[in-house]
């Protein structure tokens, strides 16, 4: 059974489907609240970058923005500390 959820959303006013993983589904639904759109209005948009970019379709392109946004919003590596691992015995 797969892990994908396939849903229905309206782009341009037409109905299409997506089949996304619950996490970009999850996400998708928390960038358009964030943003203040609905998730239809984010679709929209998404796939007008669809045709811009001439990406093969429109869930690899959620998959595509929904990584970028989150890695956008996650601070650079020197801007946080962190203590790396110790090295094993030899």
């Known amino acids: 059974m797969s892990s994908k959820k ?3 959303v309206y782009v341009a006013g037409k109905r299409t ?3 996304l993983e619950a996490a970009f589904w ?3 639904e928390e960038i358009a609240q964030r943003e203040n ?3 239809g209005e984010l ?6 970058r669809v045709e811009a ?4 379709n429109l869930s690899s392109a959620v998959r595509v923005y929904v990584l970028e946004y989150f890695r956008a919003a996650t601070p650079e590596p020197q801007e946080y500390s962190y203590t790396p691992l110790s ?4």
């Open 6 to 8: 396939l849903r229905n």
């Open 17 to 19: 489907s997506m089949r």
């Open 26 to 28: 999850e996400g998708l």
């Open 37 to 39: 759109l609905t998730l």
């Open 43 to 48: 679709c929209n948009r998404l796939a007008e």
């Open 53 to 56: 970019v001439d990406a093969s």
């Open 87 to 90: 090295m094993a015995a030899e």
